[in-house]
Structure formats: C-alpha cells, structure tokens
C-alpha cells in the first residue's frame, strides 16, 4: 500500500522538446501562406480599379473574383501563425529577447492589419449589395477605399518590412537559413519599406520571400545544423 502511494506521488516526466517535436511537415505553412496570399493580392490587384475611379459598380461585377480573394485571407493568416512558430522552433533556445519580441510584434501586427483591411472590404461589399446594386455614396465609398489602401499599403506592409529585417538578422547569427537567403531580405524590406506606398506590385515581395524561406527549411533545413553560439554577443536571454 505504501509502495503504490509513493508511486502516484512521484513526478512525472516533464514535457520537453525531446517528447515534442514540431514535425516537418509544418514548414509547409510559409508556402501555403505564400501561395494564398500571392493568390488573394493578384485577384484583389486585378479586380479593384485604378486610382481616382469614384465609380463603385466594379464591386457587384467583380463580386465573385472579390469574394474569392477576401476568403483566402483567413487561410493564409492561419499559416502565417504556424510559420511564426516554425521559425521560433528554428531560433530554439537561443532567440535573444529584444529581436524576438520584434520578430513576433511585427509579424502579428502585420497579420491583424491584414485582417482589419480584409474585414473593411467585406464590408465595402456587402454595403453595395444591401444597396440592391445602386452605387455608393461617393464620400462614402472614397474613405472606405482609403482607409483600406491605407491599411494595407502604409502600415500592414511596411510591418512586413520589420519582420524581413529582423528575421534576416536573426538568421544571420543562428544560420537557420543560408546567408544568401538572409542577406536578401534586407534590400527586399527597404523596397518593400518604401515601395508598398507607390508601386502596387512591391506587396508581392513579402510573400515571395517567405516562399524562399519556406522552401529552404522545408527541404533542406532539418539536416542543418543550427549555430549554437549565442546572437549578438549576448547570452541567449537578451542581455
């Protein structure tokens, strides 16, 4: 009666990496996440009309292809998240406090705004559609356009660009990607950083990068070693 005491008393194993591994199939959600979101930006880029259009009948004629791009955004944001994860289990024990806390802020900041702009569009549409197909009121409809353009282009994206960079910067310390890889983000961020406003195409070079990055851990990262040296020079905790 003792002995069984003693054992149910006894502490268990705790759960570590060793009994929880992220499996490598996981890495997939960068190119899922890079597809959707490629997918979602060419159907919106070729769906809403130039600059200046105060016109809104575009939205019921496009109303399928629009549908479309704005349902692939919650998908693309679910990967997103587990490619976030993918690359803290890459950084493992040494991610440095102050980069990580960027790393994850931008990329979640990015993923909200994304999401805020998307739902600002389901709701520009289905405005259109209670209206029976009768055009919008141009003040209206020219802020919600706006403000979604604004959502997207100056601040969703350009929190792309900090992710980029400080993902780069992390991967050059820990070598979880080549350097070439690494060393690309950094001219594809201050594109991106200072583009995104003016160029409609520079949206797509997030997505591309993360496709590259992607690929790389997919297929040739579970057998690169990762650098055990701590980053920056610190001790691993951020100090």
Do not use: H
Not at 23 to 33: E, M, S, Y
Not at 53 to 81: H, K, T
Not at 118 to 144: E, I, K, M, Q
Request: aromatic share 14%; net charge positive.
């Amino acid at each position: 009666m003792n002995d069984r005491l003693a054992g149910a008393f006894q502490p268990r194993a705790p759960l570590t990496r060793a009994g929880l591994r992220t499996p490598r199939a996981a890495a997939a959600a960068g190119i899922i996440f890079s597809v959707l979101l490629i997918w979602s930006l060419w159907l919106l880029r070729s769906s809403i009309p130039a600059e200046g259009d105060d016109n809104s009948a575009w939205i019921g004629e496009r109303a399928r292809q629009l549908s479309l791009a704005l349902n692939l955004v919650p998908f693309a944001g679910v990967a997103f998240i587990w490619f976030l994860g993918v690359l803290r289990d890459r950084l493992g024990a040494k991610e440095d406090q102050f980069f990580a806390t960027v790393f994850l802020g931008s990329g979640l900041m990015f993923l909200g705004m994304i999401f805020v702009a998307a739902a600002a569009t389901v709701g520009l549409s289905r405005g259109y559609a209670r209206a029976s197909g009768a055009a919008l009121d141009p003040g209206n409809y020219n802020f919600a356009r706006g403000f979604i353009q604004a959502v997207m282009r100056i601040y969703a994206f350009k929190m792309a660009a900090v992710f980029m960079v400080t993902t780069s910067t992390l991967a050059l310390y820990i070598q979880f990607t080549p350097r070439w890889i690494a060393l690309l983000g950094y001219p594809a961020a201050a594109f991106l950083l200072f583009g995104s406003t003016y160029v409609d195409w520079a949206l797509f070079v997030f997505p591309c990068w993360v496709l590259v990055v992607s690929l790389d851990i997919l297929i040739e990262n579970p057998q690169r070693p990762v650098q055990s040296e701590p980053i920056l020079g610190g001790n691993g905790d951020g100090r």
